[in-house]
């Protein structure tokens, strides 16, 4: 019903765009297919049963680059059960099933050695020579840049894009993800650079390239380099110079800030929030080439997912990260750990009515969105009262189909560029300035 | 690694330090600057190897001894009728993570800087090394195009 209302208002001016963005989805179907493919099964019934056929560039669950943790574990949970598509995340490579990292922990806790020798494969015990060989070279630089982690921030991205009130351009949204997309590769390149002795550490990511000796640190910088400047650059020249100080800053903040202070203070976790939230942000600005409260709110919304999503899942890795150094709330202040995932889901709450009164989408976003926003806010109460692994993996899981809900119902409630002109009330003109800043 | 080989080779996982251990390849007509990066990544090798053994070993013993005195507190053994190892469940763990975390938390700010410091100077030197014999290619290019 909301649909075939939309559509009615909706005037000729409407159609071409909304061609456009199916065209587009049906590119990022791609990416997004895939994540469909590991999500549960649950999350992709629910989609079938979804009316909204409006192709909106699925944005994943948390992917920030920074939350590799979950990444991986989470691929390793879903993956026994469909094609092994690891999220964008983190490593994608070669992840053992979620029986196996059961089995795995299990092991871990009874038997002495830490090490399950059983996930290595025979050709890993052998002796491997370290000379660079070209035809492998995309695949290694694929998993040093996490490359379905970056496809991830993309979406993210091209969702801050889709919910910004501006008419759709295409080559802005191209360059922006490409932009957005090199950045984040480069972000990830050096995050691994850095983590070498730790990432051989934890099962993990004990597979990673430069951990296994497959490049040398000099290229994997050498590669970093060359996919944040040409990043950089084409966010700040080909979209606008905001985007591309929101990109640098968000690199330095991943690889500066985040990954040194892993290992030091358990703030660490609200730092990586932030960069989960600057992607969306990064599309906003990209559209509409002004930080506007809308750009900000969506910021929030990812701000906030991030807490549920890896207090949950960071529950069940307290011996990894206790052996490796790794200061994490679940291990050393473990009621913080809940109480903070429990605040941010009903922060998400709060700020789904928030967006409505910034004019960013129609009355219906807060009331079609309560039932998945009141069920993650459940089970963050029931991870804060048990404080076990099945709430924990309940949580966990639940964010993952929550948040590409959320912004589905929301681009789907989004207030029409058109319907704000009809009406005369332009919010803070921040139409009116997306349409003087006519990017190239 | 075979004989003739003229590159770095590297190994299984170490059982204790997870580390992959790495043989360095020493060229007859190696460089002073080539000298200073192999030894500088052996170094690296060493002391990391050193830490993570080290750390990874206090890490199960003192898993190993929490168990147990656990389990004696609750008057239980370490087997039970089937043979099988007595274990703590993920929450009363937690303690033990939390423990081992802070009491460790020195050692690894420590050695974080010190990796961060080597990591950068072995990445540095391997660009000068490899600018040096990128100059010395064209170089040699140039000469036998003359």
Known sequence: ?440 | PPAHSHSDWIGPPDKHSNLRPVIFYVSPEESALERQLREARQEAQASNQRFWARHNRAFRQEKEEFIYSRLKAKGLEMRDESGQKATLNAEEMADFYKDFLSKNFKNHLQYNRDWYKRNFRITFLMGQVALVRALRWLRWRKKNVE
């Not at chain 1, 590409?404 to 929301?410: A, E, F, S």
Request: one cysteine or more; glycine letters at 6%; hydrophobic letters at 40%.
């Open chain 1, 1 to 440: 019903g909301l649909f075939v209302w939309r559509l009615r208002n909706t005037g000729i001016r409407q159609i071409p765009y909304r061609f456009v963005h199916l065209y587009h989805v049906a590119n990022n179907r791609l990416i997004t297919f895939q994540y469909f493919n590991f999500l549960k099964r649950m999350y992709v019934t629910q989609c079938n049963k979804d009316l909204s056929q409006q192709a909106k560039p699925k944005s994943d669950s948390i992917v920030s680059p920074f939350h590799e943790l979950q990444q991986l574990d989470q691929e390793k949970k879903v993956v026994h059960k469909i094609s092994p598509v690891s999220p964008v995340h983190q490593s994608w490579s070669e992840t053992s099933s979620r029986n196996e990292l059961r089995e795995i922990k299990s092991a871990a806790e009874t038997e002495d050695s830490v090490i399950p020798v059983g996930a290595e494969s025979r050709e890993d015990r052998q002796w491997k020579e370290m000379k660079l060989r070209l035809d492998d070279l995309p695949g290694i630089l694929a998993r040093l840049s996490k490359i379905k982690l970056t496809a991830l921030v993309v979406s993210t991205t091209s969702a801050g894009f889709a919910m910004a009130p501006v008419p759709f351009e295409l080559t802005c949204f191209l360059l922006a993800s490409l932009g957005t997309g090199l950045a984040s590769c480069a972000a990830n390149s050096i995050n691994q650079f850095f983590e070498v002795p730790f990432d051989s550490n934890m099962n993990r990511t004990k597979n990673r390239p430069l951990v296994r000796g497959q490049i040398s640190p000099l290229l994997a910088v050498c590669f970093a380099l060359s996919c944040g400047i040409p990043g950089i650059a084409v966010l700040t020249l080909g979209v606008n110079p905001l985007t591309g100080a929101l990109g640098a800053f968000n690199i330095f903040l991943y690889t500066c800030c985040y990954t040194p202070l892993k290992r030091m203070s358990i703030a660490n976790t609200w730092v990586g929030a932030v960069v989960g939230a600057i992607p969306p942000i990064m599309g906003w600005t990209a559209a509409t080439g002004s930080l506007d409260a809308g750009a900000l709110l969506l910021g929030g919304i990812l701000y906030s997912w991030q807490f549920p999503h890896f207090n949950a899942l960071s529950w069940g890795l307290r011996e990894d990260y206790s052996r490796g150094g790794y200061c994490m709330m679940s291990v050393t202040h473990p009621g913080l750990c809940r109480r903070v995932a429990l605040r941010h889901c009903l922060a998400l709450m709060g700020l789904s009515m928030v967006a409505p009164v910034l004019d960013i989408t129609t009355w219906t976003f807060p009331i079609v969105s309560l039932p998945i926003n009141l069920y993650i806010s459940y089970l963050g109460f029931r991870f804060y009262r048990d404080a076990d692994r099945s709430s924990s993996r309940k949580l966990f899981f639940c964010s993952l189909w929550h948040l590409p809900m959320l912004l589905l119902v929301m681009f789907t409630c989004k207030k029409s560029v058109l319907e704000k002109e009809d009406q005369g009330d332009l919010p803070g003109g921040s139409n009116e300035t997306a349409m003087e800043i006519r990017l190239p």
